[in-house]
């Protein structure tokens, strides 16, 4: 029923890429998220791709802005290329103040610049496979030359996957008319929220641009406690308790708590860390808000619990690896029953 997705934890380093991506494949899952944050998520997802045979690799999000699209379509043709066609592209935009102050960056106008953003890959990628006359002139991006000495020629499977992470209305309508497939945020993937908000943004988005959304790769990424034994859940979802806690300060990730009407309860964790009461921002987050954002169960459980939650709205989920690989073969039998159905 599911294509599952291995997640990789935001620390993890070129040194321990490879091994994470084999093991990954070895359980079965179908592919693997990589990050961009403490480390490139271009190499990791170089590494990944080299040391596995089947594993799909997609960068879930490469921050886009800092980065020409054109070293980007580079480095997309190349990991496609070796890969032979197991490579997915995920983009995101960030924060203003991460582009503008820790990346030294644009940030203009981040829809139409994401929209562009992708339009030109598209573009590039064209004339990388044909040889055509590469011209693209959008109001942020222009691409006008490429000389046949740069163009790294066809390749057998040319057809890179373009996924955006969204969370507002206008970036999710944009990646519905632009983009491959959207990856959605931990915050915004409550099953009522997918349902209620999410596919009709991306249906408006398909109809502005004439599409049927067939084929569109939608990712749903949610926090999950799960594990071998009660115990080990419990834990599991304290730790996404605390989690939860932290992005909810973020004001851009509010609109879902607006959906159930906990409002109220970003702008206290806003404040909270304004004054600097880290420490005290889970117990905001209560049992109900985390059986609204958080599925829970053993590994004997849990392919029914994303059924139920997800069964008919995204065929594509992510699903945490064991922090113990002893826990590996447990995780695989989930793993196998979120496949089959």
Not at 99 to 123: D, G, N, T
Not at 127 to 146: A, I, K
Not at 295 to 314: C, F, K, N, Q, T
Request: proline share 8%; hydrophobic share 40%; net charge negative.
């Amino acid at each position: 029923m599911f294509q599952v997705f291995a997640t990789t934890p935001e620390d993890m380093g070129p040194g321990e890429i490879g091994a994470h991506a084999a093991r990954a494949e070895a359980m079965g899952f179908d592919g693997l998220q990589v990050p961009d944050a403490i480390h490139d998520g271009l190499l990791l997802a170089a590494l990944a791709l080299n040391a596995t045979e089947k594993l799909l690799v997609g960068t879930g999000v490469l921050v886009a802005f800092p980065r020409s699209p054109m070293t980007v379509a580079v480095a997309s043709w190349d990991l496609q290329r070796m890969s032979g066609g197991r490579f997915e592209l995920g983009l995101g935009t960030q924060i203003k103040q991460n582009i503008e102050q820790r990346y030294s960056a644009r940030w203009e106008k981040p829809v139409p610049q994401l929209r562009e953003y992708v339009q030109s890959l598209k573009a590039i990628f064209h004339s990388f496979q044909t040889g055509e006359r590469l011209c693209f002139e959008g109001e942020h991006y222009q691409f006008t030359r490429l000389q046949p000495f740069f163009n790294p020629g066809p390749i057998e499977h040319p057809d890179i996957p373009i996924l955006c992470g969204a969370v507002g209305p206008d970036m999710t309508r944009m990646v519905g008319r632009v983009a491959d497939g959207m990856i959605t945020h931990p915050t915004n993937t409550p099953p009522e929220y997918i349902r209620e908000v999410c596919l009709p943004r991306l249906q408006d988005g398909f109809a502005r641009a004439q599409r049927t959304g067939e084929g569109f790769k939608l990712l749903l990424g949610p926090l999950t406690a799960t594990g071998p034994d009660a115990d080990t859940v419990a834990g599991e979802w304290e730790k996404q308790r605390q989690l939860l806690g932290f992005l909810y300060s973020t004001p851009a990730y509010w609109p879902s708590l607006e959906l159930f009407g906990w409002q109220e309860k970003g702008q206290q964790l806003l404040d909270m860390t304004r004054s600097g009461a880290w420490k005290e921002m889970p117990d905001i987050v209560t049992d109900e808000m985390l059986e609204k954002f958080v599925p829970r169960g053993s590994y004997d459980e849990i392919a029914e619990v994303y059924r139920a939650r997800y069964a008919g709205l995204s065929s594509r989920v992510t699903f945490p690896m064991p922090t113990d690989p002893a826990h590996d073969s447990a995780a695989a039998q989930a793993i196998a029953a979120l496949k089959s159905g």
